[in-house]
C-alpha cells in the first residue's frame, strides 16, 4: 500500500450532514426585510391613524389607515413583489374593523376588535403546533429563501415552533393589555397608549425573532459569518 493509500484509508473525506448551500444573504438583508414588512403593515398605517385622529376625526384616521393599505398592497400586486402574509392580514383586519365602525357608529366596537382579533390569531398560531408546520413556518419564506432542505433540519423545526409560541404570547399579551386599558382609560387615553405599545410589541417581538434565528441561522450555516459564541464568552 502506498503512501497515498494509507493516507485515503485513515483520514476519510468529511461528511455533511446537510447538502452545501450557496451562501445566504446577510443579516442586513434580513433585518431590512423585516423592518419594511413590519413599516409597510403596521408602523406606518399606525402613524397615519393617529394623526387623522388627533387632526380631523376617528372616520378620517380610519379611511386615511384602511387607503394606505390598500394602496401598498396594490403596488405589491403591480410591481409583482412576493406577496406580504402580514400585509394582507393588516389589510382583512383593518377592512373588517372599518366595516363595523361606519355600519355601527360605535367607537367602543372598533377598538374592542384589535383584542378579538389578537386573541383569534393567538389561538391560531398555537392551534397549528399541532399541525404539520407552525404558523411561522408557513410565512418565513417572506424573509429568508426558505428551501425544503432548510425547512426539514430539524434545529429549523424547533425554530419554528419556539417562534410560534412566542407570537402567540405577544398577542395573548396584547389583547389582554388592549382589554384592561379600555376599561381603565378614557378614549383619548387608550388611543395614545394602543398607539405606543401596539408598534412597540411588534418591534419588540421582531428584535426577539431576529436573536432567536440568527443564532439557529449561524449555527446552521444559513448566515455568512462564523457561529455566535455562548452567552458570556469574551473576545
Avoid at 5 to 33: E, F, I, K, M, Y
Avoid at 128 to 155: G, K, N, Q
Wanted: proline share 6%; aromatic share 8%; hydrophobic share 55%.
Amino acid at each position: 500500500m502506498n503512501a497515498a493509500s494509507a493516507l485515503d484509508t485513515t483520514c476519510p473525506a468529511p461528511t455533511r450532514a446537510h447538502p452545501v448551500l450557496p451562501p445566504g444573504p446577510q443579516l442586513a438583508t434580513v433585518v431590512r426585510r423585516i423592518a419594511k414588512t413590519l413599516s409597510v403593515a403596521t408602523l406606518i398605517p399606525t402613524a397615519l391613524f393617529y394623526v387623522g385622529l388627533v387632526t380631523v376625526n376617528l372616520w378620517v384616521a380610519l379611511s386615511v389607515a384602511l387607503a394606505w393599505c390598500y394602496t401598498a398592497a396594490a403596488w405589491r400586486i403591480r410591481t409583482k413583489q412576493q406577496s406580504s402574509t402580514l400585509l394582507w392580514l393588516t389589510v382583512a383586519g383593518l377592512t373588517g374593523k372599518t366595516i363595523i365602525a361606519f355600519a355601527t357608529g360605535s367607537t367602543l366596537i372598533y377598538f374592542l376588535q384589535p383584542a378579538l382579533a389578537d386573541t383569534v390569531v393567538a389561538s391560531a398560531f398555537l392551534l397549528s403546533l399541532f399541525t404539520a408546520r407552525p404558523a411561522v413556518a408557513r410565512i418565513a419564506a417572506e424573509f429568508y429563501p426558505m428551501t425544503s432542505d432548510i425547512a426539514s433540519r430539524p434545529d429549523i423545526q424547533k425554530l419554528f415552533v419556539r417562534l410560534t409560541v412566542l407570537w402567540a404570547a405577544i398577542c395573548a399579551t396584547r389583547a389582554g393589555v388592549t382589554l384592561w386599558l379600555l376599561h381603565t382609560l378614557s378614549t383619548t387615553g387608550f388611543i395614545t397608549a394602543k398607539t405606543v405599545y401596539g408598534p412597540g410589541t411588534a418591534v419588540l417581538g421582531a428584535t426577539l425573532t431576529i436573536a432567536l434565528a440568527v443564532r439557529v441561522a449561524r449555527r446552521e450555516g444559513l448566515l455568512p459569518g462564523a457561529s455566535l459564541a455562548p452567552i458570556g464568552a469574551t473576545a
